[in-house]
């Protein structure tokens, strides 16, 4: 008879154990380390969540160098994933005769504070509607881009949204993992008006998972859960 108390019992307790640690390590590879990173592309950036003050990419590269026309052929960045995406975008929206250019693609906390400020003596308690709070952008995050055109008179204002090209946009960016981030009559769950012109990278997988939820962008990255601490 065997003891089961025995060397073999206590073998299996081992093996046991090691095979449930290494199913925690291979879970937890699976697992983003969301906590601890600003970089993950579902990382949630609203009114209720800001990045750190320092916060800045480590992979921006400039549009200019992925051929992306930019407002006035003026220097703007965004993180490499999100340019390689965005260059195939303009290049597709060109084949079809659209014409797409980015106004404003990644700032930093200090540009974010100026433009804040900018707008705030403009239009008062009312700029917080319009334009985020520094700490509080998406543009901080080095994925998110403002189109114009030549249709918008080269402006960014809502009557992008009413040009062929924004309409181009509402059925194709999602190919290239790019998603409207503040709709149309989504004001009271984003805490933004529709900026028809703001889009954000989320890369092709997320924008799937995305669509097959049903939710809206904002609805989503809370569910992700993914928060900027870093």
Known sequence: AVDPGG????????ASSQSS????RTTSSRRPAAEESCDDMRVLVDR???LPRDYAPEDLVSLLNYGVPTLGGGEMLLR???AGHLKSLVADAAADGEELVVASAY??????????????????RGAGEMSARPGHSQHQ?????????????????????????SLWLRDHAREHGFVLAY???KEAET???????????????NVEHLEESGLSLQEFLAREGVLPRC
Do not use: C, M
Not at 21 to 24: G, L, N, P, R, Y
């Open 21 to 24: 640690q290494e199913e925690d």
């Open 107 to 124: 700032r930093s906390y200090a540009d974010q504070r100026i433009s804040y400020r900018r707008l705030r003596s403009i239009y008062g």
């Open 183 to 185: 709709p149309r009559s």
């Open 191 to 205: 805490g933004y008006q529709w900026e028809p012109w703001h889009y954000r990278y989320v890369g092709a997988r």
């Open 80 to 82: 490499r994933e999100a």
């Open 141 to 165: 995050l080095g994925t998110a881009v403002d189109f114009t055109n030549a249709a918008a008179g080269y402006e960014v204002w809502d009557y992008f949204g009413e040009t062929s090209a």
């Open 48 to 50: 209720s969540h800001r």
């Open 7 to 14: 060397p073999s019992a206590e073998n299996n307790k081992l």
